[in-house]
């Protein structure tokens, strides 16, 4: 990294308020950070875009517990600017380089009456900013708890926001978009029912947090490398339209324990007037460190199918037994115990699914409800409720491995913790051993119910070092993780890319469960996956779930041509097709589509954007000339245009297009579509409709 | 295990009451249990003793949290009654073999209006009685919390008591005789400072608890088997002389989280007219479960010295820097940090140590402050603390392992967690295989301070947890705790032999703090010792701290006879030599005794006891002829006469008199005393004089 200071310090002096005001801009000049000082000592900052104001004045600091504020009584003592630029080449990823490009000032700062230091660093790019608080080592600051933190991002008007209720344990909520100003009435709404939830304030809610000024700015706010610290939400002061960071408490109501040297995660706020740029900005996982893994060779992106949907939708279970009042696991007596015959996790439907996956060219086959403890695991706060590695009388691993390993297809173990942290802790060794004795190389970890150790929150100090100790674990043996309720990704997957996936956020089990928006897709990638990747776990094909379960009226809110776009809109490098093989039978001229799609890309192109309403993605897939566009299409019907442009100019393609029928409707006529072929090159514009939830997908292979 | 109906079960039916009661006695007919259930089906019972009360008409049962109380509408099902006589060998202990013989029932309850079932299984000894609720596996409870425990104690009349301030954090405080109605008004004098402390009430004591009836009956009470439940206390409603069972909470105030089927640990009342009953119980081993571990030739006696009183006093320090103000470890660069001349834990220290127990047949050495993290280790909350494998850069590992070997000295390893406990669970397996691979085979672990989970007790079923975890987990690795600042044991070590010591109470270190009553280790016996051995760490020859540390001006109220006398009387199969070498080395002619004494033995004979005055001890060593006799004396000086009937008749020995000289003052003169030498038989007869906090030691050799 090279250091230089190149950019002009504004270091206005103004008598009646003194303010020290320094400026940053964004290596293209669009962006600048103002950082200033004010009489009391407090620093605060502004953000502009091309001349705009995007954030007002906003305060930057800490109140702490037994010890005296850091928000206030600040000197600058120096500041340092630099800038930065390199590409880098991801494990995974939308694209198989990254640039980093970014102008950073380091400011330091003074408490005069404690003689405490704690400096600011931040970094601008051509999408936005991200700056962090610094505590160096210095001998007036070792320990301090953090009671709030009080970083406020002030927004410039009543913008429209596409937020979720802020929440200690949960994500897992519908978006509602409406004025900032509409979110206190809106909020008692917005808070549907979760295994695990606590919300916290009428006007809080979660990052990232979308918005769009009147005048079509587009602002994300959200963090990246979310490590030793607790997670940020926003309490929206609704009056003045200011959000001021909301840390997640632990159970004792304190925020993060803090030892110097330390710094907090990285408070982003990115910034653009095309939607687009959001979607292709890389800046959170620029703003975490590189990785840290020596070797990288066995982490490699999944395409899976599993023995899950089935459970989801109630057709069958994740039990084996009706037989037990409550299980205790060493005690409880299996071997004996009658199977309930709606077991779905059985050695007959393993092997089932393993052809499947075999014959259509899966990676990887999924099986939960594999392991003991399922008729008792969770509603009680139960501490010893799995062990990971014992099976059910009807799953033989041994038997399934082998089997597996015949077909050429890799088994993903599945790990519900139940949020009884205490007891994976325990047991993380001995299962993630046994995994690797296995076959196993992938682990999809849940996180449902309420944490032990009771009181803690899915998002505080304590949770979020446990998750980061699982990943890292986990790269000890060379396990990917695919975590399920654990806290949203902030980018943390570049510094250890066995980070291969996240739910944190409302996944395709809410069709199940009583639906989600039919534009849900659209937002998510808008928000949920600034930080990561999500394991959405796409592909319904049959949206009437009672034709799996007569006892769930559940309806899917998407059409299969929405369902397959996801794979190419919702980036991530394990892709699961949900559905049944049963429902796949029925309409493999569509699920040929999920078969072509790659889960890995040299590049992605983001044609279209608006968030709530549509998003066009076009990626060629890594090592190929081949190339997959996705369009998912919101609230009402729209004709989608785009160029293919993008295609190598001198290379034929044949393109398979699958699309929304006229008739198509996500709700009464949801498997309608189409499917053509045709012969394209990079002049070729097309023009495709897209009904409400519905969208296309299309496959550009090279010739 | 016979099982005979040979008790006569009286069935009273009162009109007016409807009080069904049943007897079971003990086998010599001088204990008598007798359990009730009211007209509101509210089941009681009585204690008897020699026809006389000792535990009044005393309700049991259970109030739970969001479901029905198990406290009334119970109806008794059915009864069985059995007797169980059977001799044991303990892996190490007090006698080589121990009787347990009992006569129990098992009543059956049911409530009515939900069905569910709840036994009550009684055990009634010579010396006393236990009882326990048991849940069986049943349709109608499986999970369930408890609220408040219901069992009562009610006594009889205004005993002495010896207690200590009921706690949910610690048992280190002096006790208090007193009165039962004196106990309110010298609670608040009884609660002295500790680094982790939480008392609940006025009137709140911990068990085990000793009393003594204005008639001169001894009575205690306790737990045993105190496994996956919380910490039981008495919490005394002091108008009506009724001690009620007061549970130690969870973080968020709640009780045990049970699932059926499930046990609570036996509640224990030992009862007699002779003190030396109290102490030659073994009733609260016997009803724990027989040893679990297949193998336990790997545990051993030891007799060991150790780098810990120079840092106790404050002569030297675990620490070996001063340079930090904070330590994050894998952060905090030890390697150029200045050493602060007061270390411990040098490789120097520990050679001269090594060669001190060598020298004079000590199996082996602890060290404490050998592993980075000292500087900054307790009061912060702090979670990453130690990593229990990373020596100082003046301690190594390697070296010490080679010196010791070539010495014939096994290393005791020391893990402070700093109650740290999800970061020693973490640390726990690699901190077992460290001590594996450099040759430790047994672990002194630490407790101090507030417990991480935050809001967790010390004594809380989550932590009582934990504490088995350790233990078992040990056990896999062949190694042998003695844990310190634990929960205080309730016989564990019978079905855990691994389990060879424990501080929880008020050790020798107070000595250092401040000093404790002299008369103390007269009453630990009856109390903190019925649950299992402790690590006292007695031996102190130099009385007066200010001559190991200037600034420290404790004093040690005891005489070095006192000190000896310690080894036979606070039993344990781990007992430490804790005064410096160098002090020891100024009374080679005392210190031979600690050298002679053994630490295994195969008869114990209880010579003089009362508990707060005297206690007189004869025990001879495992797989020898030779005895050791220890006296220790409490507040005023006493003749205490023994008879050395308990020799072999045909044999003659040596004794080798370790006594306080006539002006010994614990205060003034500690360490005036005599030694002399003289030939005994089974006929000699011994009159001998101890001081205030002093006592005797006698060594018994065989010629």
């Known amino acids: 990294m090279k250091r230089q200071s190149i950019y002009i310090l504004l270091l206005t002096l103004l008598t009646c308020f003194e303010v020290i005001a320094q400026q940053l801009s964004s290596p293209d000049g669009d962006v600048v950070l103002e950082i200033s000082i004010n009489s009391n000592g407090t620093p605060s900052y502004q953000l502009f875009f091309k001349d705009k104001a995007v954030i007002k004045s906003s305060k930057l600091g800490f109140t702490l517990k037994e010890s005296e504020n850091l928000d206030n009584g600040f000197i600058i003592l120096d500041s340092e600017t630099s800038t930065f630029d390199e590409t880098w080449k991801p494990v995974w990823g939308e694209e198989s380089e990254i640039r980093n490009h970014y102008n950073e000032m380091l400011v330091k700062l003074k408490q005069e009456s404690t003689g405490r230091l704690m400096n600011i660093r931040l970094r601008v790019f051509d999408e936005g900013v991200g700056f962090r608080y610094e505590f160096p080592e210095q001998p007036n600051l070792g320990h301090f708890i953090i009671?709030?933190?009080?970083?406020?991002?002030?927004?410039?008007?009543?913008?429209?926001?596409?937020?979720?209720?802020?929440?200690?344990?949960?994500?897992?909520?519908d978006y509602t978009e409406s004025r900032l100003s509409e979110i206190r009435e809106l909020m008692d709404k917005s808070i549907t029912e979760n295994l695990s939830q606590k919300s916290f304030s009428s006007t809080g809610v979660q990052t990232s947090l979308m918005m769009k000024t009147d005048d079509g700015i587009y602002i994300n706010i959200h963090e990246a490398a979310l490590i030793d610290y607790s997670v940020l939400h926003l309490e929206l002061d609704d009056e003045n339209m200011v959000f001021n960071a909301w840390l997640t408490p632990d159970v004792q109501g304190t925020k993060p324990y803090m030892i110097a040297p330390a710094n907090t995660p990285w408070r982003t706020v990115m910034v653009s007037d095309d939607a687009r740029d959001i979607l292709a900005s890389r800046m959170t996982y620029n703003l975490n460190d590189p990785c840290v893994l020596e070797d990288t060779s066995w982490i490699k992106p999944v395409k899976y199918v599993g023995v899950w949907w089935e459970m989801i939708t109630g057709k069958s279970s994740w039990a084996y037994t009706n037989d037990f009042k409550a299980v205790k696991l060493g005690v409880t007596e299996y071997g004996t115990a009658t199977p309930n015959g709606t077991h779905g996790a059985t050695n007959k439907r393993v092997k089932e699914l393993i052809d499947f996956a075999a014959l259509?060219?899966?990676?990887?086959?999924?099986?939960?409800?594999?392991?003991?403890?399922?008729?008792?695991?969770?509603?009680?706060?139960?501490?010893y409720v799995f062990d990971f590695v014992t099976p059910y009388p009807d799953f033989n691993v041994d038997e399934i491995q082998a089997y597996a390993k015949s077909k050429g297809v890799e088994m993903i173990m599945h790990h519900e913790t139940s949020s009884s942290v205490r007891n994976y802790e325990r047991h993380l060794d001995a299962a993630y051993q046994f995994m690797k004795d296995h076959g196993y190389n992938a682990v999809k970890s849940g996180y449902v119910g309420d944490i032990l150790p009771r009181g803690e929150n899915h998002y505080s100090q304590w949770m979020i070092n446990h998750y980061q100790y699982a990943i890292e674990k986990a790269a000890d043996y060379e396990i990917m993780v695919n975590a399920h309720?654990?806290?949203?990704?902030?980018?943390?997957?570049?510094?250890?890319?066995?980070?291969?996936?996240?739910?944190?956020?409302?996944?395709?089990?809410?069709?199940?469960?009583?639906?989600?928006?039919?534009?849900?897709?659209?937002?998510?990638?808008?928000?949920?996956?600034?930080?990561?990747?999500?394991?959405?776990?796409?592909?319904?094909?049959?949206?009437?779930?009672?034709?799996?379960?007569?006892?769930?009226?559940?309806?899917?809110?998407?059409?299969?041509?929405?369902?397959?776009?996801?794979?190419?809109?919702?980036?991530?490098?394990?892709?699961?097709?949900?559905?049944?093989?049963?429902?796949?039978?029925?309409?493999?001229?569509?699920?040929?589509?999920?078969?072509?799609?790659?889960?890995?890309?040299?590049?992605?192109?983001?044609?279209?954007?608006?968030?709530?309403?549509?998003?066009?993605?076009?990626?060629?897939?890594?090592?190929?000339?081949?190339?997959?566009?996705?369009?998912?299409?919101?609230?009402?019907?729209?004709?989608?245009?785009?160029?293919?442009?993008?295609?190598?100019?001198?290379?034929?393609?044949?393109?398979?297009?699958?699309?929304?029928?006229?008739d198509a409707n996500y709700k009464t006529n949801p498997q309608a579509y189409t499917?053509?072929?045709?012969?394209?090159?990079?002049?070729?514009?097309?023009?495709?409709?897209?009904?409400?939830?519905?969208?296309?997908?299309?496959?550009?292979?090279e010739e």
Chains 1, 2 share one sequence.
Request: charged content about 20%; hydrophobic content about 35%; proline content about 4%.
């Open 147 to 173: 009671e709030d933190e009080k970083t406020q991002f002030a927004m410039t008007g009543d913008h429209t926001a596409f937020w979720i209720p802020g929440d200690y344990d949960t994500q897992e909520y």
């Open 360 to 383: 259509h060219g899966f990676d990887g086959v999924l099986v939960e409800g594999w392991n003991v403890g399922w008729e008792d695991w969770f509603g009680h706060s139960k501490d």
């Open 485 to 662: 309720e654990a806290v949203r990704p902030t980018g943390i997957a570049r510094t250890y890319p066995n980070l291969i996936g996240n739910e944190s956020a409302r996944g395709t089990e809410y069709q199940a469960f009583g639906g989600s928006k039919p534009n849900h897709v659209t937002v998510l990638p808008f928000t949920r996956l600034i930080g990561g990747p999500m394991d959405y776990t796409p592909g319904i094909f049959e949206m009437d779930i009672s034709k799996l379960n007569p006892n769930n009226n559940s309806h899917v809110n998407s059409t299969i041509a929405n369902q397959l776009a996801l794979y190419v809109t919702m980036y991530s490098p394990l892709q699961m097709a949900a559905d049944l093989p049963e429902n796949y039978n029925k309409f493999l001229d569509a699920f040929q589509f999920i078969k072509d799609v790659a889960v890995d890309w040299d590049k992605s192109v983001y044609l279209e954007a608006e968030p709530g309403s549509y998003i066009t993605i076009a990626r060629k897939a890594k090592g190929t000339n081949n190339w997959f566009v996705g369009n998912v299409n919101g609230k009402q019907t729209r004709e989608s245009n785009i160029s293919l442009d993008f295609l190598d100019k001198d290379k034929k393609y044949t393109a398979t297009i699958y699309a929304d029928a006229k």
């Open 675 to 701: 499917i053509r072929k045709m012969k394209v090159t990079n002049k070729t514009k097309l023009s495709l409709n897209s009904v409400e939830g519905g969208g296309y997908a299309i496959s550009i292979m």
